[in-house]
């Protein structure tokens, strides 16, 4: 079983082995040992648009998380010897693995989508239960809209760029106008612990690192494929027999340090994507 920590400001942080393809390893970049925690410290910032009138949906905005995640961490600015993201990839690979989720409205979403990152949209909201572009609202008069998420190359731990330094981290929350659908059962889902509550913030960047922990068991055709289908995914909370077999199925795991919201060692997300589940 692949296991990660997970930490900080609605963020993840990992100390897991990363699987390339060909065997798993330290970091998908060094093939020797390396020590994470001397190792100079970088993190994935994800900015969510959330505006007061027109909020995503809380899946909606995870999945969206997860994906954007996935769409970094396949894009050649990312993965080519000398792509332009590539160097600060590889070193928070090699560090702890941390991603941090901000929140941005109006101006402060303008700025945010000026600086170099890449923004994934979710599902437009169903018309009958929540606001579209056309004003359709629910039955509180509150609108939604698609989620936003705006995903960063790394940045120093210390090194924030002002326009997503000054955004707001805590208080992220979100909630489903109606509950959301099963999954099929034969795409990827991360599975939420029934057991943990978290934050909007929180679960996406967990939800983030579960997709990360996927990707890196994967090999390059089971990649290519997800890649090339969009990365279609689901996020849902399992029910609490469904968790006692997930996490002892072998499939990755992701545990959470500790350090803001939950206990140090829960487990948050079981990744189950297709692929790994016929190891």
């Known amino acids: 079983m692949t296991s990660t920590d997970a930490d900080t400001e609605s963020g993840t942080q990992t100390t897991a082995h990363q699987g390339t393809g060909s065997g798993a390893r330290s970091s998908p970049f060094r093939h020797a040992e390396t020590d994470r925690d001397a190792a100079p410290q970088f993190v994935l910032p994800l900015v969510v648009r959330i505006e007061k009138a027109a909020p995503p949906a809380r899946t909606d905005a995870l999945e969206t998380a997860a994906r954007a995640v996935l769409v970094l961490l396949s894009d050649e600015r990312a993965t080519a010897a000398d792509g332009e993201w590539a160097q600060a990839v590889r070193?928070?690979?090699?560090?702890?693995?941390?991603?941090?989720?901000r929140r941005a409205r109006g101006a402060e979403w303008r700025r945010a989508a000026g600086l170099p990152g890449i923004t994934v949209t979710g599902r437009a909201p169903d018309?009958?239960?929540?606001?579209?572009?056309?004003?359709?609202?629910?039955?509180?008069?509150?609108?939604?809209?698609?989620?936003?998420?705006?995903?960063?190359?790394?940045?120093?731990?210390?090194?924030?760029?002002?326009?997503?330094?000054?955004?707001?981290?805590?208080?992220?929350?979100?909630?489903?106008?109606?509950?959301?659908?099963?999954?099929?059962?034969?795409?990827?889902?991360?599975?939420?612990?029934?057991?943990?509550?978290?934050?909007?913030?929180?679960?996406?960047?967990?939800?983030?690192?579960?997709?990360?922990?996927?990707?890196?068991?994967?090999?390059?055709?089971?990649?290519?494929?997800?890649?090339?289908?969009?990365?279609?995914?689901?996020?849902?909370?399992?029910?609490?027999?469904?968790?006692?077999?997930?996490?002892?199925?072998?499939?990755?795991v992701v545990r959470d340090?500790?350090?803001?919201?939950?206990?140090?060692?829960?487990?948050?997300?079981?990744?189950?994507?297709?692929?790994?589940?016929?190891?």
């Open 91 to 101: 070193d928070w690979q090699d560090a702890r693995i941390r991603k941090v989720v």
């Open 257 to 279: 340090a500790g350090f803001t919201e939950i206990a140090p060692g829960s487990c948050t997300v079981v990744a189950d994507h297709p692929a790994l589940r016929r190891r």
């Open 127 to 252: 018309p009958a239960t929540a606001e579209d572009v056309n004003g359709h609202q629910d039955g509180d008069g509150v609108s939604s809209a698609a989620a936003e998420v705006r995903v960063f190359p790394p940045v120093p731990l210390d090194g924030w760029p002002k326009e997503l330094a000054k955004l707001q981290v805590s208080g992220t929350d979100l909630d489903d106008p109606e509950p959301p659908p099963a999954p099929g059962p034969t795409g990827p889902v991360l599975w939420l612990s029934p057991h943990v509550e978290m934050s909007a913030g929180k679960a996406m960047a967990q939800a983030g690192h579960g997709a990360q922990l996927a990707w890196w068991e994967l090999d390059d055709a089971a990649r290519a494929a997800w890649r090339e289908a969009g990365f279609p995914l689901a996020v849902r909370t399992a029910s609490a027999e469904r968790w006692d077999e997930l996490t002892a199925s072998g499939l990755p």
